[in-house]
């Protein structure tokens, strides 16, 4: 484990799933047999417990780390012990988990269940949890025998809450995926889904999934690939009545696809020929979670302005943290408290970072 003064290196953190997925992440873990199965998603640097009814396993989701004298402590209660330092603070005191976006490596071998998630509002009035599930996606990867991948993001056709109501006790699967417009994705493209908002990922992506930092989900298909998601799973434990207030029933017409659902980069800053630092979703877009991504070729130095996930997509190099380096190659993931004064990223070969922030203006 890392020293209070540094960035932490974080491990896989494999988590169950009622879809299937998970071949791609196999290989960036370097098994030798990569293979799809129950653990499509790989939670980095979580502190948040995964919500599998009927699979109940200790501490599932949340992330472990190792010291140098194999003791095994979860990154929340290293957290937690010195939360001014890992978090920082506001005029409340030290901040809270609460607000620290849940990150997640996804790899869909099928296309996932039919689904919404509460908004906070929601998730605090009706729920009593601090979070919704505003979430958002970056598209890593795509299988090569996928030729037309997409994802479901809507309604485009909004049916009234009667017919959904019926749609879901009949499992009407066909008519609810009627109301929907496939919206194809690439490599590179950058989608927030807030809560509310039926959605539905496609087979065959990897992507980077920001999240806040809960696992609530309304699952309106109850049966995918021959598995049939238990009853207290479906309404996060609640009736469908409650479920169906979860949902936002105005259409997104298919010319609004883009203004609603796609995100454009921003340019933050240029570091002279050595890259940039570009906004992906930033405090205009939502105020639960910030995107960002760092792409370097060369020395590029930077005072943090909070503390953030980071995630290295492409390429490799360092990271030297108040003066303390570490290595860095593809797919590698860190955190980096918000007590880091300076941050130096190096590379000879174009190194591309994402970083994941809480929301709101710093």
């Not at 689904?115 to 729920?127: D, I, V």
């Not at 309106?220 to 021959?226: C, H, L, Q």
């Not at 105020?287 to 490799?316: A, E, M, N, W």
Request: charged share 30%; glycine share 8%; aromatic share 10%.
């Amino acid at each position: 484990m890392a020293n209070r003064e540094s960035i932490i290196k974080l491990g896989p953190n494999r988590v169950w799933r009622t879809y299937r997925g998970g071949k791609r992440l196999d290989a960036i873990q370097g098994k030798s047999e990569p293979e799809d199965s129950h653990f499509p998603e790989d939670w980095i640097g979580s502190t948040v417990e995964a919500r599998n009814p009927g699979r109940d396993v200790p501490n599932e989701g949340l992330a472990m780390l190792v010291d140098s004298n194999g003791q095994e402590t979860s990154l929340k209660s290293l957290i937690e012990a010195d939360p001014i330092y890992f978090l920082g603070s506001d005029e409340h005191g030290h901040r809270s988990l609460d607000d620290m976006p849940l990150v997640k490596y996804l790899d869909s071998a099928t296309r996932l269940h039919f689904q919404a998630h509460p908004t906070s509002e929601f998730a605090q009035q009706r729920l009593n949890a601090p979070r919704g599930k505003t979430e958002a996606y970056v598209i890593l990867d795509i299988r090569d025998e996928i030729e037309e991948p997409y994802i479901y993001a809507g309604f485009q056709r909004a049916p009234s809450r009667e017919q959904l109501k019926h749609w879901i006790l009949d499992q009407d699967i066909e008519a609810i995926e009627e109301r929907f417009d496939k919206i194809p994705v690439k490599v590179g493209d950058v989608f927030l889904i807030t809560g509310g908002r039926p959605h539905a990922l496609g087979e065959g992506i990897l992507m980077l999934e920001i999240m806040e930092p809960s696992d609530l989900a309304v699952r309106f298909e109850f049966e995918r690939e021959g598995f049939v998601i238990p009853e207290k799973a479906r309404f996060m434990g609640r009736d469908l009545e409650t479920a169906l207030d979860v949902f936002s029933l105005d259409s997104v017409s298919s010319e609004s696809i883009n203004s609603v659902f796609r995100c454009e980069p921003a340019i933050i800053e240029v570091y002279g020929g050595r890259g940039h630092w570009e906004e992906l979703i930033g405090s205009s877009r939502t105020s639960c979670f910030t995107v960002r991504k760092t792409c370097v070729l060369g020395t590029i130095f930077r005072k943090p302005q909070d503390y953030f996930i980071g995630i290295v997509v492409s390429g490799g190099g360092k990271a030297i943290a108040d003066g303390q380096y570490f290595e860095l190659k593809q797919w590698d993931r860190f955190f980096c408290p918000n007590g880091v004064v300076t941050l130096v990223y190096e590379s000879s070969e174009e190194m591309t970072v994402l970083e994941c922030s809480p929301g709101g203006e710093r």
